[in-house]
């Protein structure tokens, strides 16, 4: 099995990396959705995880790049985990949104910390 997959990669490895952007947005999303346990208030259904996921992974992929930048290496710590992780599942699976629940409360973390640091260089 591993020889057959490992001749189709090297067969056309153009195309598999061409495909690992779009697997890298299949994975953006999530397939349960939030729930905080307040029905009406704080609850994220899968509906809504279609908007939000990709906003989640867009913050969390600039948090990341900024924290490298900037050579912040405790939130290059904290955001390294998730983005290895989707970066692996784009490249080596069809990256299933199931397989980007685990990172959840780190882009939830990620987008709050950017939305603080736009508005706190906005408005201070």
Same mark, same amino acid.
């Given at each position: 099995f591993m020889e057959?997959?490992?001749?189709?990669l090297l067969a056309n490895p153009v195309r598999h990396s061409i495909m690992t952007v779009p697997f890298f947005y299949r994975g953006s999303f999530f397939e349960t959705g939030?729930?905080?346990?307040? $029905?009406? #208030? @704080?609850?994220?259904? %899968?509906?809504?995880s279609l908007t939000i996921? $990709?906003? #989640? @992974?867009?913050?969390? %992929?600039?948090?990341f790049i900024r924290s490298t930048r900037q050579r912040n290496h405790s939130l290059v710590l904290?955001?390294?985990?998730?983005?290895?992780?989707?970066?692996?599942?784009?490249?080596v699976s069809h990256n299933l949104p199931r397989y980007s629940e685990p990172i959840i409360p780190v882009t939830v973390i990620s987008a709050i910390i950017v939305i603080y640091s736009y508005y706190n260089s906005r408005y201070n």
């Open positions: 057959s997959a490992a001749s189709r939030f729930d905080f346990g307040r $029905p009406f #208030l @704080l609850k994220l259904s %899968l509906e809504s996921g $990709p906003v #989640l @992974l867009i913050s969390l %992929l600039i948090l904290f955001t390294f985990p998730a983005v290895f992780s989707v970066a692996i599942h784009s490249i």
